[in-house]
């Protein structure tokens, strides 16, 4: 049975009601109408579902707290920030997502990652619920030591909601290793327990091999499968990608393994292209740039003639075959999507979380592009997650060859979810549809089970 998409009237009323319920959130809006538009058509072929209000449950946080976060700067001024944590939905394990630093950060885009997340952590085949959580801090032009105090200030209210079996935040966007670290620290000086409360942590101190790079490997590894069905490789394609932080730099790395060309990237001021591609050594540079000196990109030009600046925009003007955005939501517009198309994009992947707008994604689909929606396409840092759970609680470490083994087989496996779930009559694939229909099956099915909660 074809996946479809869903009947106006009956999308419009659910919409509305989840409008009415949650005003002014639009990327909560956008990431249930994604949802929702390709969910209600396998709903309504399987009643229960619909009648015991599976999906509407799904789209209320289980809870979501709100918090101070009061810190004290170098200059020694006190500065509040407001701490979130979204518990969105644990019935298929402990809720399971990052924790976002940025000065965007707003209740609606926290409920629209952790909605995502539940269909996300589904796919990936481990026992992981959905949860996401951050605060409106900007980590930008803070010293080490004023994250550290803001980290272990946010730790002092989040600690009594989290837990190993309970909720186990990792990274997103302003929070890498090093933030983990001071969190992981501040809980287990609170709590006096050394214990798996969140993820992404230091090899020395139960983190997981590969749990770095394992977002951007997965897309790559993602972006092969959809190429693979279709007979082609990555070998000598020309690819565009947004940003310049954990996702971007470990996609670009990968897509350098398979044989790409990667010519662009990008921060939150502007992009670079980089028409002789940025090879293994230049990609180091920029690792140093930003993961050390926590520069801007457009230094990049200034560093390598080959490359052009482009202030304030974005990579899309580029021509590619693959695009894959892995800087933020909403930066493929219907413009960008033109532009791509104009470019002859044959692909794009998303590193990001809901990186293309609505329309956007039906301009490229509907054009014939190969589409990997997010919740599919970067779910192995996730999967990576789970299982460095897995490896606190057995108190034992896997070793690299296990770790790319177990993400090779998991993209492997969400890819193949996908195909199942989203292939139409003309034996194209809808990987939308089908990442929807694969991540809801599990999750509504023990939500069945639980009867009425
Ligand atoms: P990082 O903080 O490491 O990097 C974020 C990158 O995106 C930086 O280059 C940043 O530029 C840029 N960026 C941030 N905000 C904006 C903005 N508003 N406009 C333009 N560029 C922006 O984050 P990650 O790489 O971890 O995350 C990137 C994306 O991937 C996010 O959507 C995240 O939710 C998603 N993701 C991350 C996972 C992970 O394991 N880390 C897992 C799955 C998804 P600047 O340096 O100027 O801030
Ligand atoms: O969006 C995501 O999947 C992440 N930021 C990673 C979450 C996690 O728990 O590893």
Known sequence: MMPGRCQPAQLQKFMDGLVLRNPGEREFHQAVYEVANTLLPYINRHPVYHELRILERMTEPDRMVSFRVSWQNDAGEIIVNRGFRVQMNNAIGPYKGGLRFSHTVTPSILKFLAFEQTFKNSLTGLPMGAGKGG?????????????????????????????????????????????????FGQYKRITGSFEGVLTGKGLEFGGSLIRTEATGYG???????????????????????????????????????????????????????????IDDEKLRWVRELKEVRRGRIAEYAERFASATYHADARPWMVPCDVALPCATQNEIDAGDARRLLEGGVTAVCEGANMPTELDAVSLLTDSGVMFGPAKAANAGGVAVSGLEMSQNSARLSWTLADMERQLEQIMSDIHGRCVEFGREDSDSIDYVAGANIAGFRKVAEAMLAFGVV
Request: hydrophobic residues 35%; contains cysteine.
């Open 135 to 183: 605060a409106n801090f900007n980590p930008k032009g803070k010293s080490p030591t004023e994250v550290m105090r803001f980290c272990q200030s946010f730790i002092n209210e989040l600690y009594r909601h989290i837990g190993p079996n309970l909720d186990v935040p990792a990274g997103d966007i302003g929070v890498g290793a090093r933030e983990i670290g001071y969190m």
């Open 219 to 277: 897309v790559v590894l993602f972006l092969e499968h959809m190429l693979n069905e279709v007979g082609r490789n990555l070998s000598g394609l020309r690819i565009s990608i947004s940003g310049s932080g954990n996702v971007s730099l470990h996609a670009a790395e990968r897509a350098l393994q398979s044989g790409a060309i990667v010519q662009t990237l990008s921060d939150s001021r502007g992009c670079i292209h980089d028409p002789d591609g």
